[in-house]
């Protein structure tokens, strides 16, 4: 079967799709997430394209967009591993409530990458050794090397959120996070690190129906935490920590995107796009040979390996 093509690919309508979810730089006006509905589908070509079933378009869609990831993927890959000095790696990082869909995130947008060029982690409670350092310790540790792309299932954006809704630490001290975080982003930047920040954004209902079919279907028993539901009660809390994180920590170095997250197909094609036009920007090609091809060619055509071959197993 052959490899699809890029021009397969159909873009988003209106335009990129990183300009339709971007979240504004500075914080010049308040994100509002009650005005963002997690239902809609921007960027999203109208029936003409898609046809009257999107959900199907979208997946069909989202592999082709995964194909192009790998091959962008292997780009970065060969051009650091060609230069030394070239340190450059990708970020993905997806902030969510709790069921908003970040492990399918993962699953169906990074799961066309090589594996060996990942570095996938997931955050939960810090340990007793992570508690005896500052918060952005244990985030820097994880961080993909150069020409690895890497994804924050959760992240340093936990210590905020969570923080104030739990009332965890000082208004003094969370407000220091916040400018500790940009500080650290913008440090990231000029290390090489291509931060893609993501939202997922749901609404309280669908958070309702899948924690609903945790409970129900016995295949999904094992993801339900009661936790989940404590925290559901916070929900206008929740809501008006991540508008707070999204106003203060959205820059021109690291950017937000928030995704409407409802429709899980639209999701994923979503962030599928976030991360091909982000590669996009790194104008990535493959290195130059570093060898004669021609002469290596004569070398294997000659049959001079395989007599040599020959002559060590005569020996």
Not at 103 to 131: C, H, Q, W, Y
Not at 158 to 166: A, P, Y
Not at 249 to 261: E, I, M, N, R
Not at 308 to 314: F, I, P, S
Request: hydrophobic share 40%; charged share 30%.
């Amino acid at each position: 079967m052959s490899a699809p093509e890029v021009s397969d690919i159909v873009p988003p309508a209106g335009g990129a799709i990183r300009q339709r979810l971007r979240v504004a730089p500075g914080g010049a006006s308040p994100v509002d997430l009650a005005a963002i509905d997690p239902r809609a589908t921007p960027g999203l070509p109208d029936p003409t394209v898609t046809g009257p079933d999107r959900k199907s378009w979208c997946r069909a869609q989202v592999r082709l967009v995964g194909a192009e990831l790998a091959r962008q993927q292997e780009m970065l890959f060969a051009s650091v591993k060609a230069d030394p000095a070239d340190d450059r790696r990708v970020l993905l990082v997806l902030q969510a409530m709790d069921c908003g869909g970040k492990d399918g995130t993962v699953k169906r947008v990074a799961g066309a990458m090589n594996p060996l060029g990942l570095r996938i982690t997931s955050f939960g409670p810090p340990t007793d050794e992570e508690l005896q350092h500052r918060f952005l310790w244990r985030i820097r540790r994880a961080l993909p090397p150069a020409g690895h792309v890497g994804i924050f299932n959760r992240s340093h954006y936990e210590d905020v959120l969570i923080g104030r809704v739990e009332t965890l630490a000082p208004e003094e001290i969370l407000r220091q996070r916040y400018d500790e975080i940009n500080a650290f982003e913008q440090e990231l930047v000029a290390e090489g690190v291509t931060l893609v920040k993501v939202m997922l954004h749901i609404s309280k209902d669908e958070q309702r129906e899948r924690l609903l079919q945790r409970l129900t279907d016995p295949s999904k028993h094992w993801k339900y935490d009661p936790a989940d539901t404590d925290a559901r009660a916070r929900w206008d809390d929740y809501q008006a920590a991540y508008a707070e994180a999204l106003t203060r920590c959205a820059t021109d170095a690291a950017p937000w995107y928030v995704v409407p997250a409802d429709r899980k197909w639209y999701r994923d094609w979503a962030v599928a796009h976030l991360l091909r036009e982000t590669f996009a920007t790194l104008d990535l090609g493959y290195p130059p040979p570093t060898v004669d091809l021609l002469r290596e060619r004569a070398r294997l055509l000659s049959g001079w390996a395989d007599q040599g071959e020959r002559r060590v197993n005569d020996a």
